[in-house]
């Protein structure tokens, strides 16, 4: 049977989420998550969810452009992503693409309906950007492995039901070499998350402890050791499929307080406003423009590619433009904890210009996107 046309698929997801009730998603994080969750069964039940995955995984054998144009309708809709975004543009595409036959039946389809919530055990407290250098151990022991060791940065680990995990398990080769991945239960004893308090107020992120933790064998992602190679693909699909996703979020946030301003002042009589709105659309378009080759390079099937920095940095750049434009435009009370600038949708604007300062860090920080366009893209010599 042939796919069906872009038209016909635009038309349908319009004419769903006119018919569905959007969910109001609360601020606190306990109740946004729980809301979110619920969403993303609706939209895994209406079949929504996967829209580029293959059937055994529980999505829908669609293309990357069918799932580009549902991400647009919701955003342009008013509704919000599902919960799941590490499992579905983080971790899922790398388990799809190396795991067993076993892993991909047992683990894609609860990732897609929201019944396993996924983190992402990459960073520990000596290794970020040198995420290589990582030490938490993991001993072959029969047909399992015993995990030790610490992760910290972990989004949503107090939530997730399962991790995938870097682990070492080799110190005597180059570091590189020495690193596999694995896919953790999370209610394995042995493991212990400690919430941390974000700028936002939310406590979205954790520490998170392994002591002694038995994982089976069939757990491992790849080889023994190669877990290098997976956990640069899993880097590459975040920063390519977060970016499409966060384009369309950051385009509708500010046509949203440009109406806002319209309904309050008037188009043009604040030059401050006129400036500020400018500034971000100008760093919009141009993120608008490299966009359109991370989609060719995606529906070409050709990534994650070293391309996919460039993109970051641009999201990067759009991203903390138009949110610190906003919330400027809140006046210095923005600034003062428990405070209500009056105008706006000022709660709302202060949490993502807060939120988007974290932009330039998760996901690897600039300054390492910058080093990966010197070396990969221009064949600079490393320092
Ligand atoms: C909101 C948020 C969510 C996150 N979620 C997760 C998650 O779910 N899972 C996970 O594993 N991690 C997560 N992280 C962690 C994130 O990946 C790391 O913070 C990031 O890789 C940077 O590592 P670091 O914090 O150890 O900083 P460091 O690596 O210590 O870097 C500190 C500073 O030095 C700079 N720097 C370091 N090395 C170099 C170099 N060689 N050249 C130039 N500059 C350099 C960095 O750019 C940075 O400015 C999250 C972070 C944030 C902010």
């Known amino acids: 049977m042939p796919m069906e046309s872009l038209d016909a698929f635009r038309a349908r997801a319009r004419t769903w989420l006119a018919a569905t ?21 609706t939209l ?13 995984a529980g999505g829908q054998e669609l293309s990357h452009l069918h799932h580009l144009v549902f991400v647009e309708e919701l955003v342009r809709a008013g509704a919000p992503q599902p919960i799941g975004m590490i499992g579905l543009e983080v ?5 799809d693409r190396y795991g067993s036959d076993w892993q991909r039946r047992e683990l894609l389809p609860r990732l897609l309906s929201g019944d396993d919530i996924w983190c992402q055990g990459f960073s520990e407290p000596n290794a970020g950007s040198d995420l290589a250098s990582l030490r938490t151990r993991a001993v072959a022991d029969g047909d399992e492995f015993v995990v030790s060791g610490q992760k910290i940065w972990t989004s949503w680990a107090h939530l997730s039901q399962r991790c995938a995990l870097l682990v070492r398990t080799d110190t005597s080769v180059r570091k590189q070499a020495g690193i596999s991945y694995l896919l953790v239960d999370m209610t394995s004893p042995g493991i212990t998350t400690r919430p941390i308090t974000q700028m936002t107020g939310d406590r979205e992120f954790c520490e998170v402890f392994f002591d002694d933790v038995r994982v089976p064998r069939r757990n491992l992602l790849g080889e023994v050791n190669g877990g290098w190679a997976i ?19 950051c385009e ?25 709105v400018g500034h971000a659309h100008i760093a919009m378009r141009v993120l608008d423009a490299q966009t359109r080759q991370t989609t060719a390079r995606l529906v ?48 709302r604007w202060t ?18 996107q910058r080093t990966i366009i010197a070396e990969r893209l221009l064949g600079l010599p490393r320092v």
């Not at 920095?309 to 003062?336: C, H, N, W, Y």
């Not at 949490?351 to 390492?368: D, K, N, T």
């Open 351 to 368: 949490h993502e210009h807060l939120y988007s300062r974290a932009a330039s860090i998760y996901g690897g920080s600039s300054q390492i």
């Open 44 to 56: 895994f039940e209406a079949g929504w969810v996967g829209i580029a995955w293959s059937k055994e």
């Open 252 to 276: 509708v946030a500010l046509d949203e307080a440009v109406e806002q301003l319209r309904a309050k002042a008037g188009p043009s009589s604040d030059s401050r406003a006129a400036a500020a």
């Open 300 to 347: 070409a099937g050709t990534g994650p590619t070293p391309m996919d920095s460039v993109d970051k940095l641009l999201l990067t750049d759009a991203e903390q433009t138009v949110f610190a434009e906003i919330a400027g435009l809140l006046g210095p009370l923005r600034a003062v904890p428990g405070a209500r600038p009056r105008g706006l949708a000022a709660q």
């Open 231 to 249: 956990a640069t693909h899993t880097l590459g699909s975040e920063r390519a499929g977060a970016t499409l996703r966060r384009r369309v979020e």
């Open 91 to 95: 971790v899922g595409p790398s388990i």
């Open 21 to 41: 009730d959007i969910p109001a998603v609360p601020l606190d994080l306990d109740g946004r998550f729980a809301t979110l969750r619920q969403w993303q069964r």
